[in-house]
Each structure stands twice: as structure tokens, then as C-alpha cells.
Nanobody, 123 residues
């Protein structure tokens, strides 16, 4: 079992920045991928970014490339999502999730999920 807890969401103006955190606990000895997803009102939950825990490989969805960056702090068992140049279309609930596979962007592949943190970007 893996437990995930997001934090760092909030209200920000367009063009601003936020950093989300995902604290990972439980059985963290296995190789896995941590992904960030988001869900806007009335829309499907979509992939944002992912990182493999051991090798640090990264993957991003096209709309956030160059603006968002995923990183990790092994000592703190925490994965971050730095979000810069935020746009109103980035408004959503952001979730982190864990997958025992490799760098998937498919929601169904992820077995463990956090509760989500709200990000609201005002224009």
C-alpha cells in the first residue's frame, strides 16, 4: 500500500506560479512512477506529468511543457509539481497518484491516489 497526500493548491492570478507537493508514505521500497493528474469541472481527469521514482525520468502532457516541472526529494519522500505561467485553463483539482509500472500517462494504470488539491487561476 502507498499513501499520497497533496498540498500547495490555492488561488493565483494568471501568469503566476504555484508549487504542489505530494507526500508519499507506506510501501515505498518498490520501483514506481508518481504521476500528477488534474480534473476540471465537467471534464475527465487528465494526465499532467509523471516521474519515475528511482531513475528520475519525466514525462509531460503537451499543454504544460515548458511551464510545469516535476521533481522529487528522496529524503522527504515528496514529489513536487512546479507550475509557472499559469493560465485560467489550468484551473482544476490536482491529484497525485502512484503506479508500479513505468511512466504511464493512462489514468487506469495508477493504483493509488491522493485526495486532491484545488488550483484556481483567475484571469
Amino acid at each position: 500500500q502507498v499513501q499520497l497526500e497533496e498540498s500547495g493548491g490555492g488561488l493565483v492570478q494568471a501568469g503566476g506560479s504555484l508549487r504542489l507537493s505530494c507526500a508519499v508514505s507506506g510501501r515505498t521500497d518498490s520501483t514506481y512512477t508518481i504521476g500528477w493528474f488534474r480534473q476540471a469541472p465537467g471534464k475527465e481527469r487528465e494526465f499532467v506529468a509523471a516521474m519515475t521514482w528511482t531513475s528520475g525520468l519525466r514525462k509531460y502532457t503537451d499543454p504544460v511543457k515548458g511551464r510545469f516541472a516535476i521533481s522529487k526529494d528522496n529524503a522527504k519522500n515528496t514529489v513536487y509539481l512546479q507550475m509557472n505561467s499559469l493560465k485560467s485553463e489550468d484551473t482544476a483539482v490536482y491529484y497525485c497518484a502512484a503506479d508500479h509500472g513505468f511512466l504511464s500517462s493512462q489514468r487506469a494504470r495508477y493504483d493509488y491516489w491522493g485526495q486532491g488539491t484545488q488550483v484556481t487561476v483567475s484571469s
